[in-house]
T-cell receptor, first 113, second 114 residues
């Protein structure tokens, strides 16, 4: 079973607030990913990291930013939340490249009012 | 460009029925990898299987089996004797040999009724 954690699990916040979604893994994986998923819909990659101090944007344009200062930690930040940011955010990690299985956290369901 | 199509948006079956979830993929790469993930109502994705493009052998794991056919670009997933706990959204995904990310299908919502 994968050891990847996300907090908070649920967040309801007002427009304009700054938020940080936390993601941590204890497996020592170099590769980490953030996906955005609307209910019942496919996953879209918004950020990924291949190691400390490495971050890249994914296919789906996002106003969020990420950082990777420690191997185990990959937080995602929204400087000013908007209703259009309402979605589920899933964090994942993998030991090798994207051609290998990714292990997912439980997700954060974000609602911006 | 890569693409994964899961044409079945929703499927409902009665417990103990067999059910097959379809997955059709597109890629120009000769080396690629296919995956299936399960997303139960709790939200996390659970890895089920990874296959590479050079291994067309079908695979069976308990009640789960996978049929990979390069000729039709399909990687279908069959659950035998379905159970209520199998109810979830199932995603098929693709990564080419040089890919830096996975491409997911839109998912199939499977509901198994008691």
């Amino acid at each position: 079973e994968a050891d990847i954690y996300q907090t908070p699990r649920y967040l309801v916040i007002g427009t304009g607030k700054k938020i940080t979604l936390e993601c941590s893994q204890t497996m020592g994986h170099d590769k980490m990913y953030w996906y955005q998923q609307d209910p019942g819909m496919e996953l879209h990659l918004i950020h990924y990291s291949y190691g400390v101090n490495s971050t890249e944007k994914g296919d789906l344009s996002s106003e969020s930013t990420v950082s990777r200062i420690r191997t185990e930690h990959f937080p995602l930040t929204l400087e000013s939340a908007r209703p259009s940011h309402t979605s589920q955010y899933l964090c994942a990690s993998s030991e090798y490249s994207a051609t290998y299985e990714q292990y997912f956290g439980p997700g954060t369901r974000l609602t911006v009012t | 460009a890569q693409k994964v199509t899961q044409a079945q948006t929703e499927i409902s079956v009665v417990e103990k029925e067999d059910v097959t979830l379809d997955c059709v993929y597109e890629t120009r790469d000769t080396t690629y990898y296919l995956f299936w993930y399960k997303q139960p109502p709790s939200g996390e994705l659970v890895f089920l299987i990874r296959r590479n493009s050079f291994d067309e052998q079908n695979e069976i794991s308990g009640r789960y089996s996978w049929n990979f056919q390069k000729s039709t670009s399909s990687f279908n997933f069959t659950i035998t004797a379905s159970q209520v706990v199998d109810s979830a959204v199932y995603f098929c995904a693709l990564a080419s040999g040089s890919a830096r990310q996975l491409t997911f299908g839109s998912g199939t919502q499977l509901t198994v009724l008691p």
